[in-house]
């Protein structure tokens, strides 16, 4: 009997497909509870708790991108991996849009997700200890609770999802200094490429509106180069 390590959701209507990525991932040690339409993903989320979810963005009965919506209602942390079609560009942009953190666009190599899987897993079990340990930050007028995955203002709290915390995390952990968009990608995606920085744009623009109510902080664009986060305390 196989010791799993994480448990994963997988969510794909191509029956192949979803066979394929299934039988790889519990060869690899996962426990792996498959869906092959939108409404039967959602009545596992319910069931049950998941380390990763594993998204199509076309599904029948619901698809991908409400899927998402509906489960970013009640978990804001859980890493959401979106399969997507390789000439779907604006697919891509609204998943992470929408609360997604990656996507994998087909066909795809069981490789790559295996190492994106791992990546996500790694960071999601690890944040907390390490947050913990730092424990809240204040950034402007505005308490940042990195392990909670919040953001708080004048006792109103907002919740973010693991990559928005990230790249908060990282744009705090380094103020008034040029960040080029190859570094933040990987730093914080963990790798690059154009579809990414696309995203990373999406992003930022959420970011410039959680952070709107304190005008002494700014996330500036450099053209060609990259990004400034910067804190201007009150009175200066």
Do not use: C
């Not at 790889?24 to 989320?45: P, S």
Request: charged share 30%.
């Amino acid at each position: 009997m196989k010791d799993f390590t994480h448990k994963i959701l997988l969510v794909e209507d191509d029956d192949a497909l979803r066979f394929i990525v299934k039988d790889n991932l519990e060869e690899n040690n996962y426990e792996v509870a498959a869906a092959e339409d939108g409404e039967v993903a959602l009545r596992l989320f319910s069931k049950s708790s998941f380390d990763l979810i594993i998204l199509d963005v076309m599904l029948p009965k619901i698809d991908g991108f409400h899927v998402a919506e509906k489960i970013r209602r009640s978990n804001n942390q859980v890493p959401i991996i979106f399969l997507t079609a390789r000439s779907m560009t604006e697919d891509k942009i609204k998943g992470l849009t929408i609360g997604g953190d990656d996507y994998i666009p087909k066909p795809f190599s069981m490789e790559e997700l295996l190492l994106k899987i791992k990546i996500f897993l790694r960071r999601s079990q690890a944040q907390p200890a390490e947050q913990v340990e730092r424990g809240s930050m204040h950034i402007g007028r505005f308490i940042f609770h990195p392990e909670e995955l919040s953001l708080s203002f004048d006792g109103n709290q907002r919740s973010l999802t693991l990559k928005e915390a990230e790249l908060l995390r990282f744009f705090a952990e380094h103020p008034n200094r040029v960040l080029s968009r190859n570094e933040i990608l990987e730093k914080v995606w963990g790798s690059n490429d154009y579809f990414l920085g696309r995203s990373l744009d999406v992003f930022i623009s959420r970011l410039r509106k959680y952070l709107k109510d304190d005008s002494g902080i700014k996330i500036t664009n450099l053209h060609g180069v990259g990004f400034r986060f910067s804190v201007r305390s009150e009175g200066k």
